[in-house]
């Protein structure tokens, strides 16, 4: 004979404990699916800590000019000794350069990620669901958007509110959310035609509640993979701005070394070590993105394997 | 009378003009009684129930009618005073229940979610009232911590139950609700629902095609054919003595519960366009017995108390019956 009171209901603290082995679980299957967005995920993880501890990862400051032991300016060093990555024309630290650079790309890289996919998702949810003169206004500013020359305008742009990592940041926002914003529409325009959708209607659900609760995780998994492109891009766009000589004066990026790196005609004199380190690493971090949003891709769309 | 829907006409906006969906429904639902509608595909069934939630597409226009619920009339309401009745006294399971849960929340959390932001419970309140709910409806209350995908489609229905039952309206509209399962758990989710139904005492409209369905459940029967209600009334009597030729070819065109051998018959045809309905009887360019005097309006039979029927020739329908058990009637009718 069973009673009801005899019943052992699990502690809040083996809840706990099951729900982080859970979610250890979920974290786990990009990998165990697809080792290509594993790479990314290290990359772009390893890039993160080397931006969190730059501060006692360098052994100079970036922004210094050096000298010898004769007080003479130690310019164009080859790597090694003292200097890890050699010195630049001006005589400062490539190595501690490249590191603080790493600061700045993942800066600009996720910040605008986040900008793009918040405008991205919020007006692709908005124009879908609602639907009507609402979402003619806002996918006709989306054309206008889309047909902004992108590098001139944030060219413009930095010229206007003068250099700043934050211009390219504002410029990338304010020109990539079309792409975003138009899948997640289309998503969102096929979900509220669901049952479930339907269902939260008659249970007395307003529209927001709808449209925040029950439809928008159901697109974020989208957001997520227009994220990860979009760090690639913004990561690209200011290292071209950088060497296009727009970028900010104050700061170290890869961009701007490059860019120090070709005025100083560094290709020249055969200087491989100052300009190869920073050119790769923009290629690994935009890469581990596109890894990244392969992965979920896969996970997305499970028919493209085949 | 819990329910009384009267003269109800919903139109949708197509691009060729109005379709009129439902057309002059009337039917009523007595407190603590199941009410089937029943009729084949685009006959304006589900049409008609959602009116009564208001939930409709964005095309579908109110045209007239009154629907009183308790008293209360509930089309000259608000958006807002709507809100308040919905769920609270009138719960709708829907059509393809199977997808009417959000797959992204535990199932759990989505029923508190009813319960705290419609039923104004705290968290722990809710939670306690879900375990109970899926007790009632037969399911373990440690599957509340499930997604919808992880139930089968059975359960997944039983859940949609629990969630109908969530706020114990007075009235529980359920479309289709066993249609996507196969017979077995059909039989099993309909007895947990009618035995739920007898406890608390619900008052249920069923939206159905399948008319053995009716006949197992409901207490009363609405036959609608091309958004017209042809026959209605106490189930017994209406499906014992069918006095309108429809639901004679729509009671030998299903196999019964209960067995028998008897042949089926399909009714030959299909529905005719409501974009220009023809006149007088709808059903009889596909009625074997149609004579000329169906080109009118058909009249209001009362076959017996409560049982009604729309037909010329209700008057005959106990030969009618004679005929229409035979499978060769029902050949070659609809020739056009």
Redesign the interface.
């Given at each position: 004979m069973q009673h009801a009171d005899t019943i052992v209901l699990p502690s809040r603290s083996a809840q706990l404990g099951a729900g982080i082995i859970r979610w250890f679980k979920r974290a786990t299957a990009i990998p165990r699916r697809d080792p290509f967005a594993f790479i990314g995920l290290l990359i772009f993880f390893a890039f993160v800590l080397i931006a969190i501890f730059a501060n006692s990862l360098i052994t100079h400051d970036p922004r210094e000019i050096l000298f010898d032991e004769n007080f003479d300016l130690a310019r164009n060093l080859p790597p090694g000794g003292e200097h890890i990555l050699g010195t630049t024309f001006s005589g400062r630290d490539i190595y501690s350069q490249l590191i603080m650079g790493t600061r700045g790309a993942l800066l600009v890289g996720v910040t605008a990620a986040l900008s793009v996919v918040t405008i991205g998702t919020v007006i692709g949810l908005i124009s879908g669901y609602f639907g009507g003169l609402t979402d003619t206004l806002l996918m006709r500013l989306a054309d206008i958007a889309l047909g902004v020359p992108f590098l001139p305008f944030v060219i413009v742009l930095a010229a206007f509110l003068g250099p700043s990592e934050w211009n390219v940041v504002f410029g990338i926002a304010l020109l990539l959310w079309p792409q975003s914003a138009r899948v997640i529409r289309a998503q969102v325009m096929s979900l509220r035609e669901?049952?479930?959708v339907?269902?939260?209607?008659?249970?007395?659900?307003g529209s927001w509640?709808i449209l925040f609760?029950?439809i928008t995780?159901?697109v974020l998994s989208l957001s997520f993979l227009y994220a990860s492109i979009a760090v690639g891009w913004a990561i690209l766009t200011e290292a071209a701005i950088s060497f296009l000589g727009f970028g900010p004066s104050d700061s170290v990026t890869w961009g701007q070394m490059l860019q120090d790196a070709y005025a100083s005609q560094a290709l020249g004199r055969g200087q491989y070590y100052w300009f190869i380190p920073p050119g790769l690493c923009i290629i690994a971090i935009v890469v581990a993105g596109f890894l990244i949003s392969r992965g979920y891709e896969e996970i997305l769309f499970p028919k493209l394997k085949d | 009378m819990l329910l009384e829907v009267r003269d109800l006409v919903i139109d949708y906006r197509a691009t060729r003009g109005r379709v009129r969906a439902v057309d002059g429904v009337s039917f009523d639902v007595p407190a603590g009684a199941v009410v089937g509608v029943v009729g084949e595909s685009g006959c304006g069934k589900t049409t008609a129930v959602r009116a009564i939630t208001r939930v409709m597409p964005s095309s579908a226009v109110f045209a007239s009618g009154s629907i009183t619920l308790d008293g209360i009339d509930l089309v000259p309401l608000s958006e807002r005073e709507m809100k308040k009745y919905l769920w609270r006294d009138i719960a709708y399971v829907p059509q393809s229940a199977m997808n009417a849960l959000d797959p992204v929340w535990r199932v759990g959390r989505q029923i508190e979610e009813v319960l705290v932001d419609r039923g104004g419970m705290d968290r722990k309140a809710a939670r306690t009232r879900a375990e109970e709910l899926f007790a009632m409806v037969g399911l373990e209350s440690k599957r509340l911590g499930d997604y919808p995908h992880q139930f089968s489609g059975g359960m997944r229905q039983r859940a949609s139950i629990a969630l109908g039952l969530a706020l114990s309206p007075k009235l529980v509209i359920a479309d289709e609700p066993v249609t996507a399962l196969d017979v077995v758990i059909q039989r099993q989710v309909l007895d947990t629902f009618t035995e739920l139904q007898k406890q608390l005492n619900l008052s249920v409209i069923l939206v159905t095609h399948d008319i053995s369905v009716v006949a197992y459940v409901c207490d009363y029967v609405v036959v609608m054919y091309a958004g017209k209600v042809i026959e209605s009334g106490p189930v017994a009597e209406v499906l014992d003595n069918p006095a309108h030729p429809y639901t004679m070819g729509l009671y030998n065109a299903f196999p019964e519960l209960g067995g028998g051998d008897r042949e089926l018959s399909p009714i030959e045809g299909s529905p005719p366009d409501l974009l220009d309905p023809p006149k007088g009887c709808r059903f009889r360019a596909r009625c074997p017995f149609a004579i000329e005097a169906c080109v009118s309006d058909p009249p209001e039979h009362q076959v017996s108390a409560g049982h009604l029927a729309y037909c010329h020739r209700a008057l005959e329908a106990g030969a009618l019956r004679e005929t229409a058990i035979k499978t060769a009637t029902w050949v070659g009718v609809a020739s056009e």
């Open positions: 669901r049952a479930f339907e269902a939260a209607r008659v249970t007395g659900a509640r609760v029950h995780p159901n | -």
